[in-house]
Nanobody, 124 residues
């Protein structure tokens, strides 16, 4: 089993900053892309940021220049540094990762998993 556990959400004033973390656990063999998505009430889930195993990044247009995604491969953890937060950034933020798991080559399988979500609220 593969689990993703997010942390770091909360309430922040407009213009403030938050840092989200997402740790991947289980019998992980390798992780390919890791990413953050968000879903606001009444809206579809959208991509916030994505980072590949080689470190290439991709950002959704609304967050470009304000958010930074990074990863620590040794800790199987992805981070999202969010600066200059706006009320429209309010949403539940979900972590996503895909790769291979299994303690031996006999039971190695691909995985694609989501975290449980963490609430980010930007309000004065």
């Amino acid at each position: 089993q593969v689990q993703l556990v997010e942390s770091g959400g909360g309430l922040v004033q407009p213009g403030g900053s938050l840092r989200l973390s997402c740790a991947v656990s289980g019998s992980i063999f390798s992780i390919n892309a890791m990413g953050w998505y968000r879903q606001a009430p009444g809206k579809q889930r959208e991509l916030v940021a994505l980072i590949t195993s080689s470190g290439s990044t991709n950002y959704g247009d609304p967050v470009k220049g304000r958010f930074t995604i990074s990863r620590d491969n040794a800790k199987n953890t992805v981070y999202l540094q969010m600066n200059s937060l706006k009320p429209e950034d309010t949403a539940v933020y979900y972590c996503n990762a895909n790769g291979l798991y299994g303690s031996s080559w006999l039971d190695r399988r691909p995985f694609g998993s989501w975290g449980q979500g963490t609430q980010v609220t930007v309000s004065s």
